[in-house]
């Protein structure tokens, strides 16, 4: 469930603050420029558990990484949110992941952005946010 979303306009690296640099990150082709979904590695844990018969419990790791099916949790939430830009008949195309916000530069840290920054529950339970950012885009016929 995805609750509590707040966009504005802000600079890029004002937009990411909340977000650590290890996340899973979707990158998308938006005309000439780009899209980006960060998707905070709480809810693929959390989704990831739940769905393998758990109780949605974040697992503690001795390293931040994502095992094979908790990447495949995640190639599947950018899908959803793939069919959703569809269905509003945005024009974005999937390119690939990331799972380092250090190996994106799509944006310059001051640049002026638009962010969406949804608030996720599991079961009413807080479990992170997901952060769309998209390019201010003049767009011309």
Not at 53 to 73: D, M, N, P
Not at 79 to 86: N, R
Not at 135 to 140: A, D, G, I, S, V
Request: proline share 4%.
């Amino acid at each position: 469930d995805l609750k509590d979303v707040t966009c504005a306009e802000k600079a890029y690296a004002e937009v990411m603050k909340p977000m650590s640099d290890f996340c899973y990150v979707g990158l998308m082709s938006y005309f000439a420029r780009g899209v980006l979904l960060f998707v905070d590695p709480k809810i693929i844990y959390m989704l990831s558990n739940r769905m393998l018969g758990g109780k949605g419990l974040i697992e503690e790791k001795t390293h931040a990484h994502f095992t094979l099916s908790e990447r495949v949790f995640g190639e599947q939430l950018l899908s959803w949110m793939m069919d959703f830009y569809k269905e509003l008949q945005v024009p974005v195309s999937y390119l690939r992941s990331e799972e380092k916000m250090s190996h994106v530069h799509y944006f310059y840290p001051d640049e002026t952005v638009y962010g969406a920054v949804m608030k996720c529950r599991i079961n009413d339970k807080l479990c992170g946010t997901i952060v769309a950012v998209h390019p201010l885009l003049e767009m011309t016929d």
